[in-house]
């Protein structure tokens, strides 16, 4: 493995499609777990409700049978005990209570406080509370349909009927005292509710599994179908040759991600279709201009050393100096177009006062024997931050160039305007035509009257002086002006150094 390349899990696939359907199944698997729960819970309230009322019921016939003197049957669906005060046990019991013994005391408690009794009314309204069936040594399940209820706690409804409404003979045929209170209790079994709720927790488990498989499979092919314009892309990126970058990726009509993604490739291959072009180019120029001067020079020496008795050997070193010159200002121009190309741009090295800086080139310009006068107006100080050297060479080429291309005068001037700092470099040369006017900044580049070695350089000042002023948050323009050119240089400002 690279040393680069950053560990990956052992456990987690590195499949994107698998790691697609997983994810897909484990948010399917918890939100289906969520709603299972929340079903559970709503069915088996619901099934209670339904419970709580067949029993209210039950309770309400039980209460109509013993009102009129009728002993309730053991069978019954639902567990009930009818107590009295003053009778240890139970006067009747069915539906699962009467597996205790019926000789014992009752089960449940008879009503004790003749002001707390629940009577029936025309409202029908009953009484209900928790109550634990004691697990008593007389009970008898005997394995049989009816629940086992001893030693549980389950939700009693109850209702109390006084001996006395109903009169003696009914009281008699109960068995219990004309002044007696009857209590009867009906127990709600919570048995339908969780055989529902479980019932219901099986279809949705088998429902829920079946689910999260297809939801996963579903994911699955849903991103290997979405992934087939990438591994295209890769595919075809691959086979890319750095030397020629001129493919480009098919851009799916969808106008999705993927689509976007292809976009933005085929801008990253053109970008190294178009450096590979230039650097080619570059190559090609500087092998060219290298070229000029070395030829020139090895013509002269070879000249004078086949007829050394005739050659002007002054003369033939002048020629071999210049020559020489050339080819040490090339290398230089070459060296550091190749550093601003390759380095990230400097922090601000310092404040320079632009006006003190133009001021100084100008006077100490070397005009030779030209008809030329250069002027410089910048009488106020205006600073910028950045390197001083660098924008000494950024000047010293458009002074280069102006004086190239000037008839008699070149002006320079500095000023400020607000936050910003100008200068400019004005000739009144032939000018450059508006359709050359980005052209000229490019490397190597000359226009026709500057082609002869004698008069133009080597194409590379403009283009050093446009990468300075960018390295330094500036930019350099050509104004639209005639006759003549117009250089602009424009820079952020920078407040005057504070003096020690």
Sequence with gaps: MNATEPRRRRWWPRSVRVRAALAAALTAAVVLTGIGWWVHEEVYDESMVTVHGQAAQHLAALVHQVEDGSVPSRRSAAPYEVVATGRSGAVAAGGGMDAFDSGARHVLPAPSDPAGLVLNDDAWGYAYRPLRIPNRSDYDHGGGDAPYLAGRTYTILYLDVRAADLGRDKAAALGVAADAALRVYVVVLPDTAEAMAAATDGTLLRAGLLGVVLIAGVAYVTVRIALRPVEAIRTLTASVDAKDPRERVTVPASGHEIAALATTINTTLQRLDTAAAQQRRFVADAAHELRSPLTTLLTSLEVALA?????????????????????????????????????????????????????????????????????????????????HDGFERLLRNLLDNAVR???????????????????????????????????????????????????GGAGLGLAIARDLAQRHGGTLTLAPETPGACFELNLPAAPAPKEE
């Design 307 to 387: 007829y050394p008795e005739r050659a002007d050997w002054p003369a033939t070193a002048a020629t071999a100096a210049r020559q020489t010159r050339r080819l040490q200002a090339l290398a230089e121009d070459l060296l550091l177009l190749a550093r601003l190309d390759t380095r990230a741009p400097e922090a601000d090295s310092g404040t320079v006062d632009l006006s003190a800086l133009a001021s100084r080139l100008t006077e100490q310009y070397p005009l030779d024997d030209r008809p030329s006068t250069l002027t410089c107006d910048g009488s106020a100080a205006v600073h910028v931050r950045g390197d």
């Design 405 to 455: 291309h000037a008839g008699n005068r070149i002006e320079v001037t500095v000023r400020g305007e607000g936050d910003r700092a100008v200068l400019t470099v004005r000739d009144d040369g032939p000018g450059v035509p508006p359709e050359d006017a980005e052209r000229i900044f490019e490397r190597f580049v000359r226009l026709d009257d500057a082609r002869s070695p004698d008069q």
